[in-house]
C-alpha cells in the first residue's frame, strides 16, 4: 500500500505513457532509497531476501542501452533505450509471466500485467444456463483501437419467454427512477 | 447480455491492464458493437471492483447507457 499511497497517489497520471516514463524512478527510490519501517527504517535493497518481483526498471534517454534489473543484481535481456517505453515496459513485464505464484503476485505494488486466471467451466456455465434461463452463450471479439483482440460471452435468448434477468429488472427500476 | 474481459484479462489480448485508460474506449467498441448487431432500447452497465471502475469511467467517452451499477470501484488515483 505504501506504494500506491506515496508514488501513484501523488504523481500524474495524465497518460499512459508518461505513467511508463515514471515506474522507473519509482520502482528505484522503493527499492534503493525509501526507508522501510518493518525493516527498522533500513533500506529494502540489501535487507531482503532475493525476490524476483523487486525490480528495477531503467529507462534512462540519451543512455545507448536501458536494462531491467531483477533484485538479484542480474540484468535481463538489455534493450534500446529508443524503444518505446510502453513496450520496453510490457516486454519486461511479458518476461515475468510465468514466474508468479499467488503469494508473490501480492508483494507486487503495482502490477500492469495482471495474473491471466485461466478461464474454467464454461462449457458447464453454458449448459447452466441454457437450462436455466433459456439462452445461448456464444463468443464473440472485437478489435480495439490498439489492435488488441477484445473478446465477450454473450446470451443469446433461445426463444424470448418476455422476462429479463434479474439484473436487468433493477437497472431498468434505476432508468425509470 | 455481454460479459467483456477486460484487456491484459481473461481471453482478451492486450499486454497492460491500464485500469481504465484505455478500457474506456474498450467499453465504448463493446456498446458499438451491441448496437450494431441488435440495437436495443437500452444498454445498461454492471460492474463490480475493477468493472465498477471501469464502467464508470467509460462513461466519459460512451453515452450511450441508459443507466448504469457500479459496485465497490477502487478510488481515484489524483489528489
Redesign the interface.
Known sequence: MGYKREYVSVNRLATAESVMRQLAAWFDDYNDVRPRQALKWKVSAGVQKPNINRLTVRLDAGNSTSAVKSAHGNFIEPFKADANPAEAVAGRMRSLSGTGSRGRRRDRPLSLKVYRRPLRDQAVMATAVEAQFHARLENISVQAADGATLRAGTFIPIRSTGALCCCCTALQTIARA | ?????A????????????YG??EA??LH??VS?IYEHDPPQ?V?G?GESYGAALILQSLAVEKRY??A?VEVPFPP???
Do not use: V
Open positions: 447480455m455481454l460479459m467483456p474481459d484487456r491484459a484479462h481473461g481471453e482478451s489480448g492486450g499486454e497492460l491492464a491500464t485508460i484505455q474506449e474498450d467498441r463493446w458493437w437500452c445498461y454492471f441508459c443507466a451499477a488515483q489524483r489528489r
